[in-house]
């Protein structure tokens, strides 16, 4: 999250439809260097971690070759989507700092996951640890 913060993307969120079991995500970019900043993304170490829990949990629709954890890049792994409607409001108040000092997880443990306490891929149940 702290890389996403440092390459301008805020408000990132995850949706899960179960009934077609997808899942979407959204984020807004309030940069002015979009390449650089994704690239910055993609080869920050601690990201290519989360990406390699992440990416058993994704079949990408346009995708050849090994996955972005692992150095892959032939494709879209996440389909960029069109938007066709928006306010024209921001959506939030953003915090001048990472993490925002009243940050709560929304889970029922309240619990994040780090580099130091990775989720359990192989206990689905146990959403954090």
Known sequence: MERMY???MRNFTVYFHAETNLMFSHWEYVGSHFEADMQKISEDPIVKLW???CEPCQDPLHWDGPPPSQGGSNGNWWEPLVCVNHCGAWPTEYS?????????PQNPQHKTSTIDTPPDIHNRDQTFQ
């Open 6 to 8: 440092k390459s301008n």
């Open 51 to 53: 990406w390699s829990y």
């Open 96 to 104: 001048s700092v990472w993490p925002h000092p009243d940050f709560m």
